[in-house]
């Protein structure tokens, strides 16, 4: 059928622009109950966190920070692979934890503290230096091999 009037023309796009948007509003809402979103604590919260599980993640971000919503969703997939094997990943906003990040020296945003069995875990860069926490975004790799170290540690 072909269409002739410039009216006929406006009801098929706007019913084609209707469509669409139906279409990506319902898959939006399917992918956004299949995916565990992490949960955002309080300081308060950590020991608890800790003492139930045996590693733990805990992502210092900022609302304002770009780099930490490209961090979310790899550690949101780290939460989700290893969640049964006892890792547990939470989000800290540095903003409303303020005495928290001068306490452990968050001076940069994101930065991940990682605790196993209950300590807080050192890391070191390779170049002889020690840090307790990683500082920027780090490819999905990095974080995968350090909850699989931890989780063996545990296991053994």
Partial sequence: MALTSTKEL??????????????????????????????????????????????????CHAVWCGPCRTLGPILEELDEKYASKGLKVVKLDVDH???????????GVPSVLVYSEGKRVVFDDGAGRKMDKLV?????????????????????
Wanted: proline letters at 4%.
């Fill in 97 to 107: 934890n303020r005495e928290f990040s001068m306490e452990n020296q968050i001076t």
């Fill in 136 to 156: 920027g975004v780090m490819p999905p790799e990095v974080y995968e091999q350090i909850a699989d170290n931890l989780l063996a540690q545990e296991a053994a």
């Fill in 10 to 59: 406006q009801g098929a796009n706007n019913k084609f622009i209707t469509d669409v948007q139906r279409k990506c509003t319902t898959d939006l809402h399917r992918r956004r109950e299949t995916i565990t979103m992490v949960e955002d604590i309080s300081s308060d919260d950590i020991p608890k966190i800790i003492e139930d599980h045996k590693v733990v993640f805990v992502d």
